[in-house]
T-cell receptor
Framework: AQRVTQPEKLLSVFKGAPVELKCNYSYSGSPELFWYVQYSRQRLQLLLRHISRESIKGFTADLNKGETSFHLKKPFAQEEDSAMYYCALLNAGGTSYGKLTFGQGTILTVHP | EADIYQTPRYLVIGTGKKITLECSQTMGHDKMYWYQQDPGMELHLIHYSYGVNSTEKGDLSSESTVSRIRTEHFPLTLESARPSHTSQYLC?????????????FGSGTRLTVV
């Protein structure tokens, strides 16, 4: 069964510091992974997906199949990055195709 | 504007009442989902649909039911609300061909059963 683990429930950093939100997954096939973000009083929205290999709002995430990880990184955190972040894994086969499994979420707080 | 809409945003209701949470999307997406999310907690899939007349139970058992009579509409019903149903309910949709990997989420309905 597929599983997504975000080991840190809370993460606090100061403005300008690097930040890394950890995500580990368990999946038997070729994984397709995403990061979603939920800012205060806003709806959950896609931040980035690993197949796009893009950088959004300064965030990047590299898929490491050897370590089964998809950590989200930003070299210099900003106060507006404070939000709830979810890592998600797409089920890409069988009768459950298209279902996303979410991790537990990490609340990031960036202090001034 | 193409989007996904949930109503109501907030609902406070007494125990034993029947409620329906509405979810509609104007993007023509074939797949729709309901997630349950407690504050600051993970999302749990409770129902999903891959098209009209298709509904499936999700990973988290729920006493709610859903229907998919029209592509754009995916309402969730609780026949008899209980305090344990207090939570936030998020609706989402996706399309295999136009946006195969991203979900669009609604703003959610925060339900409180007293």
């Amino acid at each position: 069964a597929q599983r997504v683990t975000q080991p840190e429930k809370l993460l606090s950093v100061f403005k300008g510091a690097p930040v890394e939100l950890k995500c580990n997954y368990s999946y038997s096939g070729s994984p397709e992974l995403f990061w979603y973000v939920q800012y205060s009083r806003q709806r959950l929205q896609l931040l980035l997906r690993h197949i796009s290999r893009e950088s959004i709002k300064g965030f990047t995430a590299d898929l490491n199949k050897g370590e089964t990880s998809f950590h989200l990184k930003k070299p210099f955190a900003q106060e507006e990055d404070s939000a709830m972040y979810y890592c998600a894994l797409l089920n890409a086969g069988g009768t459950s195709y298209g279902k996303l499994t979410f991790g537990q979420g990490t609340i990031l707080t960036v202090h001034p | 504007e193409a989007d996904i809409y949930q109503t109501p945003r907030y609902l406070v209701i007494g125990t034993g009442k029947k409620i329906t949470l509405e979810c509609s999307q104007t993007m023509g997406h074939d797949k729709m989902y309901w997630y349950q999310q407690d504050p600051g907690m993970e999302l749990h899939l409770i129902h999903y649909s891959y098209g009209v007349n298709s509904t499936e139970k999700g990973d988290l058992s729920s006493e709610s039911t859903v229907s998919r009579i029209r592509t754009e509409h995916f309402p969730l019903t609780l026949e008899s609300a209980r305090p344990s149903h207090t939570s936030q309910y998020l609706c989402a949709s996706s399309d295999l061909w136009t946006d195969p990997h991203g979900y669009t989420f609604g703003s959610g309905t925060r339900l409180t059963v007293v």
